[in-house]
């Protein structure tokens, strides 16, 4: 319990206040993270053996001995150089993955709980302090010493501060790249580039989502789209999936937002720049691109071939110059280095061009990525200039070998891939063979999505609750059923992701099960969803409906699951807002959010900002984890939406269960049943809330009620 009273300590705050420089080469206060979950890090630069229990820390409203609690084999006696000091509520995991030393205070928080906005921290012993102030605090922020100065870095917890880059210097900015005139029908690249001023260190790379949007001359957004971009300190904005194929003037704007949030201005994160398209001349054609895969599936590591088909389908004996870009990319929009390449070639009613080569990295998972081309012919007017672009799926198997101390799930096969084409509706078995290692995580889910990353199926979960042990079994993974036939047939995967690990696989859907179909939801006939309303300029209108597309509804205590955001804007207008979700019992927030960096217990730690297109839809996916202690009951999860000054929410309940202790069962190889399914019901893995429902529901809430009161009493 932090110290209260704190009358007997008067000399040495007296003392605090008179030799704060007297520190300055031994142990002092050398970074401080505000923001939750919240550490100090100590520097012992003398590696002076140090007796912790006879320091304190403080932040000027409350002092807190400093104590091991549950460290195994802890003793308060310390030469290391560098140390920091947490508080009980908070997990070393959250903050670092590296083998650091560390302490903790002796209550739920440091001093009285650091201020997000300004505070002063001090360590100090009978006989030395140190201390320092700082003015306010962002997310992923340290304030760190260097040179003898306080000045925000990345944080370092437990080793030398990073003292080259200076966050509260650094700033990202965008700039037009643009031709400012170009032919209709030509491809467009490079709009815009994008750099990081004031940062040092440019080989290492972070990720700054960009927006761009075209608008046409009565205002009019005719293309949006978004995209990550891999910046050091420069990079070009890569090539835009909108070709201009009619003459006219349009607007075309850029916006970036940093991952990292630090950007000392963002007034430049937002760019316009005009572009004139004109007509072009010349005999009619319509050239149309293809694109041939000498494989879909490749395996890390190994080379591989795709070949590019031009065909003008009018087939005049003229023949034609044409202008030709193709490149790779990710499922997140990141195009390949060495990417985009351009080309031409003279072609009369058909061309195969040389092969190209493409040799992925090497990896232990599977990835999947777009490979796409754009023709542009340039000595004649294209009738349709729509199947100028043509694009493929390739699947890389990773190919490095799965060490032996290392979790892994992998997907060895589904019956959709035996001949066997599956139908909307029906079940996929699918065969997984996963390893747990010593890790903490048990749960892995399967699912079905399209390659738009929308969900198609039902989740199911496997529990490895042994560690160190093989699993080999088979599961159903049920699929929705489309009866308004809204999604299209083709290729679909299969995700596989837990215990730190993620595997794909590719497989064909078609058709939809007949027996499968009820009251489905349409745009002309909608299921009951909340309306929001949204203030735009000049006009309120009801437009944006927010739904939950899916949570698990049950979890046990510990488990890692997902939520799945609709947000569907019914406007002329693309617009943005932000969505993030949580778990809470009365006022306490029961659940960790993952930001794309770290786990962080707050309201908004896996907040999300989405710009959702005109007349389109959004599905969003928001990463959440239950805490391994958090008793068995029913809380609530909330969805929020942000927009302007509006905050929408949708709230369903949530069933949490005792951790995970009966494994599933596995099934060894048996010739003559090759594929043997789970049962539809799986046993009770972990304690569940029956009979008592009500009874348990009443403690809950009273016992939420008495932490709340507690927290606003004693602010931890």
């Not at 979950?37 to 409203?61: C, I, K, M, Q, T």
């Not at 083709?490 to 499968?516: K, Q, T, V, W």
């Not at 972990?686 to 009273?702: K, P």
């Amino acid at each position: 319990m932090a110290t209260r009273n704190i009358a007997h300590l008067i000399p040495f705050l007296i003392f605090l206040s008179l030799a704060h420089a007297a520190c300055a080469s031994g142990v002092h206060v050398n970074e401080v993270y505000p923001q939750s979950p919240e550490w100090l890090e100590f520097r012992n630069p003398g590696n002076e053996a140090l007796n912790l229990s006879d320091w304190f820390v403080s932040d000027g409203s409350s002092n807190d001995t400093i104590t091991c609690h549950t460290i195994a084999n802890c003793t308060l006696v310390t030469e290391d150089e560098y140390f920091i000091v947490i508080d009980r509520k908070s997990r070393i995991e959250e903050i670092t993955n590296d083998s650091i030393r560390y302490f903790y205070v002796d209550d739920n928080s440091i001093g009285n709980g650091l201020n997000n906005d300004q505070d002063a921290v001090s360590v100090f012993s009978r006989d030395r302090t140190s201390s320092m102030n700082y003015t306010s605090s962002s997310p992923r922020i340290s304030w760190s010493l260097c040179s003898g100065a306080w000045i925000r870095t990345a944080p370092t917890p437990g080793r030398e501060n990073h003292c080259m880059d200076d966050l509260s210097l650094r700033n990202v900015i965008i700039r037009p790249n643009i031709t400012p005139t170009v032919v209709a029908g030509s491809a467009l690249s490079d709009l815009f580039v994008v750099d990081i001023r004031n940062k040092t260190g440019c080989d290492s790379a972070e990720n700054i989502s960009l927006d761009t949007t075209i608008l046409d001359i009565d205002g009019d957004i005719v293309h949006n789209e978004s995209r990550i971009l891999e910046v050091g300190c420069h990079a070009a904005s890569g090539p835009v999936s909108w070709t201009a194929n009619a003459s006219g003037s349009f607007t075309v704007c850029g916006i970036v937002h940093s991952a990292s949030g630090n950007d000392a201005d963002v007034s430049d994160d937002r760019a316009c720049t005009n572009l004139t398209v004109i007509g072009r001349g010349g005999p009619p054609c319509d050239i149309a691109a293809s694109l041939d895969l000498e494989s879909q599936i490749v395996h890390a590591g190994n080379a591989t071939h795709f070949w590019i088909s031009l065909n003008d389908t009018m087939c005049t004996p003229e023949k034609h110059d044409v202008n030709f870009t193709y490149w790779i990319q990710d499922l997140f929009g990141r195009t390949l280095s060495g990417y985009p390449k351009r080309s031409s070639t003279v072609m009369g009613c058909f061309v195969r061009l040389p092969a190209k080569q493409w040799t992925p990295e090497d990896s232990p998972g599977s990835d999947a990525y777009l490979i796409s081309v754009n023709a542009t012919p340039q000595d004649c007017t294209d009738e349709d200039p729509d199947d100028d672009v043509a694009e493929r799926l390739i699947v890389v198997r990773g190919s490095a070998p799965y060490s032996s101390d290392q979790s892994y799930v992998r997907i060895t096969g589904t019956d959709a891939n035996d001949g066997s084409r599956a139908r909307f509706g029906d079940d996929v078995i699918v065969d997984l063979e996963a390893y747990r290692n010593d890790t903490g995580r048990y749960a892995i889910y399967i699912w079905a999505e399209g390659l738009d990353g929308q969900i198609v199926s039902r989740k199911s979960v496997l529990h490895a609750s042994e560690k160190n042990r093989m699993y080999s079994v088979s599961l159903p993974v049920s699929l929705s059923p489309d009866c308004g036939r809204a999604r299209p047939d083709g290729d679909y995967m299969i995700i596989a992701e837990g215990l730190g690990a993620r595997d794909s696989m590719i497989f064909p859907l078609s058709g939809n099960s007949p027996s499968s179909c009820g009251t489905v939801a349409t745009r002309e006939n909608p299921l009951p969803s909340k309306q929001y309303q949204f203030t735009l300029p000049g006009k309120t209108v009801k437009a944006v409906a927010l739904e939950i597309a899916y949570h698990p509804g049950n979890i046990s205590a510990g488990d890692t699951f997902e939520t799945i955001a609709r947000i569907e804007n019914r406007l002329s207008t693309s617009i943005n807002a932000s969505v993030y979700s949580y778990a809470f019992n009365g006022s306490l927030c029961m659940s960790l959010g993952y930001d794309g960096l770290a786990w962080r217990r707050s309201f908004d730690a896996n907040e999300q900002r989405v710009s959702i297109p005109q007349n389109g839809i959004r599905y969003v996916r928001l990463a959440s984890r239950i805490d391994d202690l958090t008793r068995p009951g029913i809380y609530r999860l909330r969805v929020r939406l942000r927009h302007g000054n509006e905050t929408e929410d949708v709230t369903e309940n949530l069933s949490v269960a005792g951790p995970a202790v009966m494994p599933v069962q596995t099934v060894p190889p048996n010739p003559s049943n090759p594929v043997a399914r789970i049962p539809d019901k799986a046993p009770s893995t972990g304690m569940a809330v029956t009979g008592d429902d009500d009874i348990f529901s009443l403690f809950s809430d009273a016992l939420g009620s008495l932490q709340s009161w507690l927290a606003s009493l004693f602010k931890f």
